[in-house]
């Protein structure tokens, strides 16, 4: 008698065979989704949006009315684009009476020609002024180099081409007589111990001066003594010429927080002129907006600051102390930032800050 096949005798292997299409078109969807999700975040890298921004000034002089910033930050010796032909479009067509750059401009390496690339792009009658960020080169050179500047190479390139490394501050009068003034002053300036800058290289140059001979890298730290001991004779003739009236615009890399800033002014009389209390506005880089972001909810997670920090310590505007921080999303990708490699649903942003009287 023959034996009857059960009905059930492979019922078993028919629950894999429906797991395995299950798996695979899960698999199909989630590289559909991935693709799709990598398409998008390659063409917002790609395209570099401007923002525009309106901050109050109370006490602005009318000739200094509509006064305008462009800021970038954080480009990190990459090119957006062919000779940055991202930024060009983002750009073309404006109408600047400033140029700022708030640090990490250059490869880590002093790879200076993207930027160059950008500064080419810049009306060469504007000034242009660059702070260094936390993972730019040394500016200054000790060492022998190409060039007899206590500055290194890549420095001296920039200069040439226009941009101005804000060491120390500037100052540009607009009306008849030059009474409306605005400076722009690096950051690190308002804790800065000048008489013990002078002193310690007051002392490396008197060391130096007092050798019978100097070697070629001698001579070149011989040359950054005797700036540096300049600039801190610069730096006092311009606190000694401002002004309560005049506006003072603070370019710095990491954005300040609002204890480090209280900290400073307690340091400072309530009636000094060079104090953060005066200042009309900060600018800042550094973060990158977070370099990765989800739509919705922002930052994944940034170094110090932990997960999901809010989006005011990253990017945007807000308020220290009453005294308004613009923190620039940035261009690029941040070696802070060792787990995220690249800008990940973040578009690369410039910045077009108009300064004004009236309410924004």
């Not at 040394?138 to 390139?157: E, M």
């Not at 111990?193 to 019978?212: F, H, I, K, V, Y």
């Not at 300049?230 to 003739?237: D, L, M």
Request: net charge negative; proline share 6%; hydrophobic share 40%.
């Amino acid at each position: 008698m023959a034996r009857r096949r059960s009905a059930y005798m492979f019922s078993d292997y028919r629950k894999p065979h429906h797991l395995r299409r299950f798996l695979v078109t899960l698999l199909v969807v989630l590289a559909v989704a991935t693709a799709g999700v990598l398409s998008v975040n390659l063409m917002l890298r790609q395209q570099v949006v401007l923002e525009r921004v309106g901050v109050t000034v109370t006490n602005l002089p009318a000739d200094l009315e509509q006064w305008t910033i462009l800021h970038f930050s954080d480009l990190h010796g990459q090119q957006l684009g062919t000779r940055q032909s991202a930024i060009r479009q983002a750009i073309s067509g404006l109408n600047v009476s400033s140029i700022v750059m708030t640090g990490d401009m250059i490869g880590p390496e002093g790879d200076v020609e993207p930027l160059l690339d950008l500064v080419a792009l810049l009306p060469s009658d504007k000034p242009k002024l660059l702070v260094l960020g936390d993972e730019d080169p040394d500016y200054l050179d000790p060492t022998a180099h190409a060039s007899i500047s206590p500055k290194a190479d890549w420095a001296v390139k920039l200069e040439e081409a226009g941009v101005t490394i804000l060491d120390e501050p500037v100052l540009f009068t607009r009306g008849s007589k030059g009474t409306a003034r605005i400076w722009f002053v690096p950051e690190e300036l308002y804790s800065l111990d000048l008489d013990g800058l002078e002193s310690t290289w007051q002392a490396r140059l008197n060391r130096l001066n007092g050798l019978p001979g100097l070697s070629a890298d001698e001579a070149a730290e011989k040359r950054v003594a005797e700036y540096q001991v300049a600039r801190v004779g610069r730096i006092r003739e311009s606190i000694a010429q401002m002004k309560a009236t005049d506006i003072q615009i603070v370019l710095t890399h990491v954005p300040m927080t609002r204890e480090f800033m209280s900290t400073l002014n307690e340091w400072s009389g309530r009636n000094t002129v060079f104090s953060l209390r005066q200042a009309s506005l900060l600018l800042a880089g550094h973060y990158c907006g977070g370099q990765w972001r989800l739509p919705g909810k922002g930052a994944i997670y940034v170094p110090e600051l932990g997960w999901w920090p809010e989006d005011s310590l990253l990017q945007g505007m807000d308020y220290l102390n009453g005294v308004p921080q613009y923190i620039s999303p940035g261009l690029a990708a941040s070696g802070f930032y060792p787990r995220q490699p690249g800008r990940f649903m973040n578009q690369p942003a410039v910045t077009l800050i108009t300064l004004s009287a009236r309410m924004q």
